[in-house]
């Protein structure tokens, strides 16, 4: 099993940065694919990046080029890097291990999640 838990969210300004982490425990970490998903007030739950075992990346189109994801396997933890923040970020972002076989956009297939972090941008 993996247990997770996110942080570094926060409110910022449009435009702004912030970094946020995932620690995870657990011996599988390693070999776990790993993502980061969001979820807006009164939307569904969306993909963001996510991370296989051997550090090829993924995004949604809506982050391509502004949110970068990667992962330090030493010290059990996933970053989701996010730049050039917009309003429509605004978010709670959850991390999720990966252990079954599908697509890494669909949430379907990560059975670990966290408890997710806030993230706010103001215009």
């Known amino acids: 099993q993996v247990q997770l838990v996110e942080s570094g969210g926060g409110l910022v300004q449009a435009g702004a940065s912030l970094r946020l982490s995932c620690a995870a425990s657990?011996?599988?970490?390693?070999?776990?694919?790993m993502g980061w998903f969001r979820q807006a007030p009164g939307k569904e739950r969306e993909f963001a990046a996510a991370?296989?075992?051997?550090?090829?990346?993924f995004y949604a189109d809506s982050v391509k080029g502004r949110f970068t994801i990667s992962r330090d396997n030493a010290k059990n933890t996933v970053y989701l890097q996010m730049n050039s923040l917009k309003p429509e970020d605004a978010a709670v972002y959850y991390c999720?291990?990966?252990?079954?076989?599908?697509?890494?956009?669909?949430?379907?297939?990560?059975?670990?999640w966290g408890q997710g972090t806030q993230v706010t941008v103001s215009s």
């Open positions: 991370i296989s075992r051997s550090s090829n990346t």
């Open positions: 999720a291990a990966k252990d079954r076989i599908g697509t890494y956009s669909s949430g379907s297939f990560y059975s670990y």
């Open positions: 657990g011996r599988t970490f390693g070999v776990a694919h």
